[in-house]
């Protein structure tokens, strides 16, 4: 079974520009999360889909960031205008049940110059 | 509010040492709980869980970890390490019955030295 995929798995992009973000989940799974780990300090909660549902997203930071998920496939986290700090790792997960565990990504590095 | 707190950051060892990594919790209801390993360059995989029953869990590659319900605790241990368990380690926990988000401490940096 094919993992989770997350691209592009390095991005560099200047303060004020626009990024997005790709997550394919493992096919099937309805439960698509966000996690962003920002360096040094714990991965936290961004959100989480239920199929094209957003479920939970009480850990999006300010509404400089926007996710989707058409059609309950693969997501994207859209980050306009980035600021420095929002630099870190975005990982992505997914899982066929809740409440346990998931199948992470290997993340995207994000770098705000 | 949930929280995690891993009191060791970084850790070294030579191979063969035992390990036992620190996790605390702070949550007054039911939870479910997690041991996360990232090694060098991979996604994050799960190394073990506890969501009930016996608190001793073994998870893969040798690993095992206790919950200590009285202490919040959900210490990680293996009696022997290798090279190859130079990773990332993270404890994470949800609340067992209302989200399924993961609180996850900040992570401990385990080197293993030949």
């Known amino acids: 079974e094919a993992g989770v995929t997350q691209f592009p798995s390095h991005s560099v992009i200047e303060k004020g520009q626009t990024v997005t973000l790709r997550c394919d989940p493992i096919?099937?799974?309805?439960?698509l999360y966000w996690y962003r780990r920002v360096m040094g300090k714990e991965i936290k909660f961004l959100l989480h889909?239920?199929?094209?549902?957003?479920?939970?997203e009480s850990g999006m930071p300010n509404n400089r960031f926007l996710a989707e998920r058409t059609g309950g496939t693969y997501s994207t986290l859209k980050v306009q205008p980035a600021e420095l700090e929002d630099s870190g790792v975005y990982f992505c997960?997914?899982?066929?049940?809740?409440?346990?565990?998931?199948?992470f990504g290997s993340g995207t590095r994000l770098t705000v110059v | 509010a949930q929280s995690v707190s891993q009191h060791n950051h970084h850790v070294i060892l030579s191979e063969a040492a035992s390990l036992e990594l620190g996790c605390n919790y702070s949550?007054?209801?039911?939870?479910?709980l997690f041991w996360y390993v990232q090694y060098p360059g991979q996604h994050l995989q799960l190394l073990l869980k506890?969501?009930?029953?016996?608190?001793l869990v073994k998870g893969i590659k040798g690993f095992e970890a206790e919950f200590i319900k009285s202490k919040f605790s959900f210490n990680l241990r293996k009696p022997s390490v290798q090279w190859s368990d130079t990773a990332e380690y993270f404890c994470?926990?949800?609340?067992?019955?209302?989200?399924?988000?993961?609180?996850f401490g900040t992570g401990t940096r385990l080197q293993v030295f030949p």
């Open positions: 096919s099937g799974h309805d439960n």
């Open positions: 994470a926990v949800n609340d067992a019955y209302n989200t399924d988000k993961l609180i």
């Open positions: 889909f239920v199929k094209e549902s957003k479920q939970d």
């Open positions: 949550y007054g209801g039911t939870v479910n």
């Open positions: 506890y969501f009930s029953g016996d608190p």
């Open positions: 997960a997914s899982s066929q049940s809740r409440f346990g565990g998931y199948t």
